[in-house]
T-cell receptor, first 114, second 117 residues
């Protein structure tokens, strides 16, 4: 009964490159959430997705960031042209539905931008 | 918009002592409330949650929390702390309407717990 899977666990990119972070939700979960934990800051919501739909992207930076959750396969958080300020831990969570929402978190992807 | 305040950034206790971590929230209606724990370099593990009903909720690892609507608080307690409890603790609130959540967890800044032997 696997939990939320994230890969890679650690990702190093140079400024200007693209970063792709993957998240496989728990079995039976169709809701996915991405959060970012910046150094010296708390966890901040980025985006909430259901299969093939973005429900709430109010926490996503307006440029360079995008997210998808296709019908088949994992959810992807994509960061284009990374900058040093993107260095952070990115956590994915999943839930079964929106009623009595309980979110289970993955181990995170730690992105370092050189 | 909802918000969460954890007034204590860092707390140090001796092993075996009791613990209380404070959490205050701001939200217009009755929120869904959570406590998560994060060990260094790890993800978040859910300790306990409050949706409705009994205001004293029991969680894993011997933790409990009490929802007090009049004080807008959801403090986490443990009667006797173990060295393995050293970690960072996050309180979170989830806005909801009629039992359907809005999906977005709002977290407090976290409280780092250090346990002395």
């Amino acid at each position: 009964n696997a939990g939320v899977m994230q890969n890679p666990r650690h990702l190093v990119r140079r400024r200007g490159q693209e970063a792709r972070l993957r998240c496989s939700p728990m079995k039976g979960h169709s809701h996915v959430y991405w959060y970012r934990q910046l150094p010296e800051e708390g966890l901040k919501f980025m985006v909430y997705l259901q299969k093939e739909n973005i429900i709430d992207e109010s926490g996503m930076p307006k440029e360079r960031f995008s997210a998808e959750f296709p019908k088949e396969g994992p959810s992807i958080l994509r960061i284009q042209q990374v900058v040093r300020g993107d260095s952070a831990a990115y956590f994915c969570a999943s839930s079964r539905d929106r009623v009595d929402n309980e979110q289970f978190f993955g181990p995170g992807t730690r992105l370092t931008v050189l | 918009a909802q918000s969460v305040t954890q007034p204590d950034i860092h707390i140090t206790v001796s092993e075996g002592a009791s613990l209380e971590l404070r959490c205050n929230y701001s939200y217009g209606a009755t929120p869904y409330l959570f406590w998560y724990v994060q060990s260094p370099g790890q993800g978040l593990q859910l300790l306990l949650k409050y949706f409705s009903g009994d205001t004293l909720v029991q969680g894993i690892k011997g933790f409990e929390a009490e929802f007090k609507r009049s004080q807008s608080s959801f403090n986490l307690r443990k009667p006797s702390v173990h060295w393995s409890d050293a970690a960072e603790y996050f309180c979170a609130v989830l806005a909801n309407a009629g039992g359907t959540s809005y999906g977005k967890l709002t977290f407090g800044q976290g409280t780092i717990l250090t346990v002395h032997p």
